[in-house]
């Protein structure tokens, strides 16, 4: 059976397909490369174009057999998603919806959404677990929860077997080539004015946190990939039918301390790296950070990287040759 990767093109989607195909499995891509790079995904059948084109889809399930769908295609800034929302909507939910009914169409049997943390919004507890309630703060969050509810109910009809895997924050890389190169994740934005010799830009310091600056789980992009690949298998042989679960570390990193681990990491220490404070960005909660129970549970899945492991591993893509450092 083939999988169709949405967003395979793009940073996560292009190790999840990497990661499927060393599993075995065949994949074909879907982007309309507005952030995706088609280098990332070569050797790998690449349909450019968007989910809202239901005709292609269509064309595409039925030229190679697809059976299993991994949708990673959205749009995720969560300014952006403030400033336009109807746009999030649009690309995020009737996106899905045409995808979904595409896949209803061609008999699709798995479905793997890429969901989100920002379904939870500010969620007051040490450990954010599925049952925390959803209440998101931001377009962005609310449209990757409309999304799970969208999947679960295409599914009660269709009897489509399906997982939404609730990402926290994705950072680190598996391979030079498919480094996250934007700058809107804290990382490579990091990146970014390290290079160019520009302090650091903390947004917030007055948060209730222990520094002031948020609190996140960071977690590896290849254990992202690797938790695609458990699920998706087990949708497959039917050992799970419906799955929501969280895709993180269990730990939480405050901003400031993954500042000053990149500043370590990459021997920018100078005086004139150190972060400078800029206000609050809207939408952005002040501490979330996964319980990982779940899909250690039932499919004895774990995150094997740690937080000095995300960033040289970045840092190693981010100054490879393929990438000026400034």
């Known amino acids: 059976?083939?999988?169709?990767?949405?967003?395979?093109?793009?940073?996560?989607?292009?190790?999840?397909?990497?990661?499927?195909?060393?599993?075995?499995a065949d994949v074909v891509v879907l982007d309309d490369l507005s952030?995706?790079?088609?280098?990332?995904?070569?050797?790998?059948?690449?349909?450019?174009?968007?989910?809202?084109?239901?005709?292609?889809?269509?064309?595409t399930m039925a030229a190679h057999r697809v059976r299993g769908v991994v949708h990673l295609a959205a749009k995720k800034q969560v300014g952006e998603s403030v400033a336009r929302p109807l746009h999030y909507y649009e690309q995020n939910v009737e996106g899905l919806r045409r995808l979904l009914e595409a896949g209803e169409a061609h008999g699709v049997e798995a479905f793997v959404f890429s969901s989100s943390a920002a379904v939870y919004g500010?969620?007051?507890?040490?450990?954010?677990t599925e049952s925390t309630p959803c209440a998101p703060v931001n377009p962005y969050g609310t449209t990757k929860l409309v999304g799970e509810w969208m999947v679960a109910e295409a599914a009660a009809v269709t009897g489509m077997r399906h997982a939404s895997l609730r990402y926290f924050n994705v950072a680190g890389t598996a391979a030079p080539e498919l480094t996250d190169r934007g700058?809107?994740?804290?990382v490579p934005m990091v990146f970014?004015?390290?290079?160019?010799?520009?302090?650091?830009?903390?947004?917030?310091?007055?948060?209730?946190?222990?520094?002031?600056?948020?609190?996140?789980?960071?977690?590896h992009v290849a254990d992202i990939a690797?938790?695609?690949?458990?699920?998706?298998?087990?949708?497959?042989?039917?050992?799970?039918?419906a799955l929501t679960a969280n895709v993180g570390r269990g730990e939480g990193v405050s901003v400031r301390a993954m500042v000053e681990t990149i500043r370590r990491v990459t021997g920018h220490t100078a005086d004139w790296s150190t972060p400078t404070v800029h206000p609050r960005r809207p939408g952005d909660p002040a501490r979330v950070v996964a319980s990982a129970d779940t899909?250690?549970?039932?499919?004895?899945?774990?995150?094997?990287?740690?937080v000095e492991e995300m960033v040289a591993s970045a840092w190693l893509g981010?100054?490879?040759?393929?990438?000026?450092?400034?």
């Open 1 to 24: 059976m083939t999988w169709l990767v949405t967003g395979g093109a793009g940073y996560i989607g292009a190790h999840v397909v990497r990661a499927l195909c060393a599993d075995g």
């Open 35 to 59: 952030t995706g790079e088609a280098a990332r995904v070569a050797g790998v059948p690449l349909v450019v174009g968007s989910t809202l084109d239901t005709d292609l889809v269509g064309r």
């Open 122 to 128: 500010a969620p007051d507890v040490d450990l954010v």
């Open 183 to 186: 700058a809107a994740n804290l």
């Open 192 to 219: 970014q004015q390290l290079t160019a010799r520009s302090a650091p830009r903390v947004f917030g310091e007055d948060y209730d946190t222990p520094d002031g600056t948020c609190v996140r789980d960071f977690v």
């Open 226 to 241: 690797s938790a695609h690949v458990a699920v998706g298998s087990a949708l497959l042989s039917g050992a799970e039918t």
């Open 295 to 306: 899909l250690r549970d039932t499919l004895g899945w774990r995150a094997r990287h740690d």
């Open 318 to 326: 981010w100054s490879s040759p393929a990438q000026p450092t400034g």
